[in-house]
């Protein structure tokens, strides 16, 4: 059974903590990406990542660090340094470089205390 | 630079009638086009693409799209409303600006059914 799992599903920490949110994917995909969600201002892109040991930044990524040492994993660790962290985050994948579409994790609602 | 804008922040249909999502886009490219679903607090769903073949692409619970290059349009259609169809709709360009696909969402339309 083919997907993207995140986890946890909910996530609370106090400030001045950092998180890491789990991202894996067994779709044999390329590429995975890091997206927050926050009301009414649809997807901004956190960071992705094309290839293995390898990643860019997004349009938001102060504040968020990745890491990608596996073809199926992609953890995202939201630190201290990001101002407002609370908000929906989504993991996606895809199959490589020449777009084709995004395959969707179930997101991670993290609260910050 | 590609751009993508979703005409209307919030849509409300009674049940049984069609639904009009609008978008617009921007691009220096051929463009790749999707919509997507969300659900509450759920992960998004791909509705349907175009990618360069038929300008009218029909994708999931009965939904369409039509690719408008002159208008650079690619609304979402669909011709009776379902209440299970309220949900947040997204669209989204990717086009190879920059030298890799990485696409563009828009800020998204809800959609309202009402019994």
């Known amino acids: 059974d083919g997907g993207i799992t995140q986890s946890p599903k909910y996530l609370f920490r106090k400030e001045g903590q950092n998180v890491t949110l789990s991202c894996e994917q067994n779709l044999n995909h390329d590429a995975m990406y890091w997206y927050r969600q926050d009301p009414g201002q649809g997807l901004r892109l956190i960071y992705y990542?094309?290839?293995?040991?390898?990643?860019q930044k997004g349009d938001i990524a102060e504040g968020y660090s990745v890491s990608r040492e596996k073809k199926e994993s992609f953890p995202l660790t939201v630190t201290s340094a990001q101002k407002n962290p609370t908000a929906f985050y989504l993991c996606?994948?895809?199959?490589?470089?020449?777009?084709?579409?995004?395959?969707f994790g179930p997101g991670t609602r993290l609260t910050v205390l | 630079a590609q751009s993508v804008t979703q005409l209307d922040s919030h849509v409300s249909v009674s049940e049984g009638t069609p639904v009009l999502l609008r978008c617009n886009y921007s691009s220096s490219y051929s463009p790749s086009l999707f919509w997507y679903v969300q659900h509450p607090n759920k992960g998004l769903q791909l509705l349907l693409k175009y990618t360069s073949a038929a300008t009218l692409v029909k994708g999931i619970n009965g939904f369409e799209a039509e690719f408008k290059k002159s208008e650079t349009s690619f609304h979402l259609t669909k011709p009776s409303a379902h209440m299970s169809d309220a949900a947040e709709y997204f669209c989204v360009v990717s086009d190879l600006a920059g030298g890799s696909y990485i696409p563009t969402f828009g800020r998204g339309t809800s959609l309202i059914v009402h019994p």
């Open positions: 990542s094309q290839i293995v040991n390898d990643f």
């Open positions: 996606a994948s895809s199959m490589g470089q020449n777009y084709n579409e995004q395959f």
